[in-house]
């Protein structure tokens, strides 16, 4: 079998394999045969060979969960021997047949979560029927029949019957570890795209009426999307959302605002309140252009308004990181970069929002070495697509030398996942078995900005940072490659479409804070190395 390694991330968790060594995969619990490099040092994007045994007849993406294998009597093992039947059928009615036989060897898999066992619960029985009905079946209309009983009953029929409709069987992929529980967030709804509303959602606040509020006004991006004066209703009953949520809760939301920005915090709804008027009467008046521009300016109301009711930072960072620059709030960051091959450009400022409220040790590092002009003069090292990357420098050193040890200064692997108090860190979510979580700064927005780190070593970041140039519609958050394995610290606010047109060789011509550097404490640029 040869298995491939693609060394530049794939966006989608489609996952390869051989389709010729099905026995030997079955008996192979702790083999892995999938093995994806992220953004680091790699160049390449050739797949690369890892095994030289024979190579197989043809590969395949499939969406399946992946099986924990047990002893060959398992339901797992089962269920994978059913599999590779259908491959061998030799008609459609032999092919349907095994299919689901398979699909019932899965609800019968053991160790499942509780969703898992409700779902076996209720469809193991229909699932045993139906191979007896397919068994029975005249026509081909009494096979579709009883198939739509298996996918009416369980859930986890539905996830393989697309997998198996969709593409030919001709490989199988497998991995060592349960994520089925993970499959979920696959049919969750679309995720959240748009950086500003990931940064909004991502502060340390809870404070109901004030998001109401945030939702009505969000939600007008949608209703634009439908067609004629239709979607000026729908804005409408947005706005008097949004008011209503506003004028009934006003002192709720005052309430939360910390005491020493309880002026400005006032004076911002204020500012709301008339803003919705006037957003009114734009929607009244037909003025469909105007919609997005007013819009845009009251979300960014709500957002400084939010921002006043963080009264302090949220956590204690441990103590062997408590001496490391740490950005305590967040930042506002401005790029300007010469693109040199592009006649249709020149100068571009990219503006990036950097959050030390989920990230502060990543963000600290990022704001202190901005504040050294250490990007000042660099040029865009990696564009493939898929990232855009820089941050290395010139010699020997993958990263920021810190003049005042003479070493490559380090930073851990940070990540804040949704529900928890602090971030954490020195590992992957996936090393620590949590499938489920997802981070409260994912890889969701075109422009996120992330830590490049050597794929092997989690506390290797030091310098080299990349933008993603994808918007999550098949991986969303904590169920692509990248979620709970790299630390996000920030996102391209303005200009970031403008990212993709970057290529190697475009210089960074400056990097400055304009906001926010009085959140930065311990910072190193002030000493004299």
């Not at 995720?191 to 969000?218: F, G, H, S, T, Y």
């Not at 709030?329 to 989920?358: H, S």
Request: glycine share 6%.
């Amino acid at each position: 079998m040869q298995l491939y390694i693609f060394q530049n991330n794939c966006v989608c968790p489609s996952v390869w394999a051989a389709s010729s060594s099905a026995s030997a995969s079955a008996s192979a619990s702790s083999t892995k045969l999938l093995a994806c490099a992220s953004p680091s040092s790699f160049s390449s994007t050739t797949p690369t060979p890892l095994s030289s045994a024979a190579p197989a007849a043809s590969f395949a993406p499939l969406w399946l969960p992946t099986l924990r294998l047990g002893s060959p009597r398992s339901p797992a093992a089962s269920a994978l021997k059913c599999l590779w039947t259908v491959r061998r059928a030799g008609d459609k009615r032999q092919q349907n047949g095994f299919f689901v036989h398979f699909v019932g060897e899965l609800c019968a898999f053991r160790q499942q979560p509780r969703w898992w066992c409700r779902a076996k619960r209720r469809g193991c029985a229909s699932v045993n029927c139906v191979r007896n009905d397919f068994s029975r079946a005249e026509d081909e209309g009494e096979q579709r029949s009883a198939f739509t009983v298996v996918l009416q009953k369980c859930a986890v029929c539905m996830i393989a019957a697309i997998a198996f409709t969709s593409f030919e069987l001709s490989a199988v992929a497998l991995e060592t570890s349960l994520v089925l529980p993970g499959l979920a967030v696959l049919i969750s709804g679309p995720p959240i795209k748009d950086p500003n509303i990931l940064l909004r959602n991502a502060l340390p606040i809870d404070n109901k009426p004030i998001k109401e509020v945030q939702k009505a006004l969000e939600d007008v991006t949608e209703n634009l999307k439908v067609p004629g004066l239709k979607a000026l209703n729908l804005v409408e009953r947005n706005i008097r959302q949004a008011a209503r949520a506003l004028s009934q809760n006003k002192q709720a939301i005052l309430a939360s605002v910390a005491e020493s920005k309880n002026a400005h915090g006032e004076e911002l709804l204020n500012k709301l309140a008339l803003g919705l008027e006037e957003f009114q009467k734009i929607v009244e008046e037909k003025n469909r252009d105007s919609v997005v521009l007013k819009q845009k300016d009251l979300l960014n109301i709500v957002g400084d308004v939010e921002e006043d009711m963080v009264s302090k930072f949220p956590f204690e960072i441990p103590e062997e990181h408590a001496s490391k620059p740490l950005l305590k709030g967040r930042a506002t960051v401005e790029m300007k970069v010469k693109v040199k091959e592009n006649p249709n450009l020149q100068d571009i400022v990219f503006r990036m929002v950097v959050d030390g409220y989920n990230a502060p040790v990543t963000a600290g590092n990022f704001v202190d070495l901005v504040e050294r002009h250490f990007y000042d003069g660099m040029e865009i090292q990696r564009a493939d697509g898929f990232v855009v990357q820089t941050g290395d420098p010139d010699g020997p050193a993958e990263g920021f030398v810190d003049p005042s040890t003479g070493k490559v200064r380090k930073i851990p692997l940070e990540i804040m996942v949704e529900g928890d108090t602090a971030p954490i860190y020195d590992a992957t979510l996936e090393e620590l078995g949590r499938y489920r979580d997802r981070p409260k700064l994912p890889f969701n927005a075109f422009g996120t900005l992330a830590m490049a780190r050597d794929e092997f070593d989690d506390n290797s970041a030091s310098s080299q940072i990349f933008w993603l140039l994808k918007e999550s519609e098949l991986t969303p958050s904590s169920a692509n490659i990248l979620d709970g394995r790299y630390a996000v610290f920030g996102y391209v606010t303005e200009n970031q479409d403008y990212l993709a047109d970057l290529k190697v060789g475009d210089m960074i011509e400056s990097m400055k804070v304009v906001t926010g550097l009085d959140n930065l404490t311990n910072p190193s640029y002030k000493i004299v190395g």
